[in-house]
């Protein structure tokens, strides 16, 4: 640790330049990986609040929301601990200038997915909605109308809840009577037992369906089988992996291209008898150093860059998962310097001082 410390005050520009790679390429995976976990919520925050186990949806709707449709009748079919159902139509909401795509969901509001209201007050009547408060970074607030592209109807926003975005859109939460009326105008009484799905809190016991139409799905199966849901992750990590070999190979060549540099000086050290393991550690702690302060600034801008960024930008940093990738990213960077540990060792003296 001496050997090593003492190096990088004597040469700082040198080992500023390594730290300040290293600086943005952790940046960089932090910023990441909360990107990752902020399109992750944006798809599951609502389903999250219900903390549900499983999800009742048909057969032949490919585990899809959207394309499940059932009776409500069909709760008898159900034997579960708790069970709510579940109506779903995605629209384009107008208010005034204010435009938003939204999920509808219609419920029952003495279920347990009805959320808790942070603004206003719960829905009474037809036509009235709780918005997400997503909504209100569009501009809409409590007693806005509310035109549906999908129908002639207008809904009024009488109060507001926080966690409340399905596949990215905000979430407006009305009865079922407002979900018939949104998803099908006129022909709402035609269709009054519509709903697309029963959501489960099962506390542990099982679920069964009397009902070969029906599909029970755990509520993670679900959720990693909305559009996107899955490949966006995917992506993302993939990123992420990938910016850990490319620390890795970096922090390779750097410290590669300051032993062959003092590798003089290196056979000098040997010839006076310092050992090879001696010398191995000090790369080794070398590296360390580096990749902690590195990694560390990285992180601090990483944080920094979420407290100033816009609400429209969906950044969620996960500390936990930030901390696992900060000790991954000095494991790589440690590992990068096998290289130069082993030019080290092959190090002979005698041709090192030109003997």
Do not use: C
């Not at 910023?31 to 949806?57: C, P, Y």
């Not at 109807?153 to 009488?158: K, N, P, R």
């Not at 009484?189 to 099982?206: K, L, T, W, Y």
């Amino acid at each position: 640790m001496f050997l090593a410390l003492n190096e990088i005050k004597k040469n700082k520009l040198r080992f500023a330049l390594v730290i300040g790679v290293l600086m943005l390429v952790s940046y960089l995976v932090f910023f990441l990986s909360g990107l990752a976990t902020g399109l992750q919520d944006m798809n599951r925050e609502s389903i999250d609040k219900w903390d549900s186990t499983h999800m009742v949806l048909t057969e032949e709707s490919d585990k899809s929301l959207f394309e499940s449709s059932m009776s409500i009748d069909d709760k008898e079919d159900v034997d579960a601990a708790d069970v709510a159902i579940l109506g779903q139509v995605n629209a384009i909401a107008r208010s005034d200038d204010q435009k938003a795509n939204v999920s509808i969901f219609g419920i029952d509001e003495n279920e347990f997915i009805m959320p808790n209201v942070t603004e206003g007050e719960a829905f009474s009547a037809d036509n009235e909605v709780i918005a997400g408060d997503g909504l209100k970074d569009d501009g809409f607030v409590l007693g806005d109308e509310i035109q549906l592209s999908s129908s002639e109807e207008v809904l009024t926003i009488v109060g507001f809840t926080d966690h409340a975005r399905f596949s990215a859109a905000p979430v407006l939460y009305g009865d079922v009577d407002t979900f018939h009326r949104a998803k099908f105008g006129e022909a709402a009484d035609q269709n009054e037992d519509h709903i697309n799905a029963f959501v489960i809190r099962s506390n542990g016991e099982s679920v069964n369906v009397e009902n070969d139409s029906l599909e029970v799905i755990e509520t993670e199966t679900f959720i990693k089988n909305l559009p996107g849901y899955t490949e966006q992750n995917l992506t993302l990590t993939f990123m992420i992996y990938f910016l850990f070999v490319v620390s890795a190979v970096i922090v390779a060549i750097f410290l590669y291209v300051l032993t062959v540099q003092k590798i003089s000086m290196f056979g000098v050290m040997k010839a006076q008898g310092i050992s090879n393991g001696y010398l191995s550690r000090s790369v080794v702690a070398q590296t360390f150093i580096l990749a902690s302060v590195g990694v560390m600034i990285g992180f601090i801008l990483a944080f920094i860059t979420g407290v100033f960024l816009p609400s429209a930008v969906p950044v969620s940093f996960d500390y936990i998962t930030m901390l696992f990738y900060g000790i991954v990213l000095i494991v790589v960077a440690i590992l990068g310097a096998v290289f130069s540990v082993l030019t080290i060792i092959r190090i002979d003296p005698l041709e090192a001082i030109g003997g």
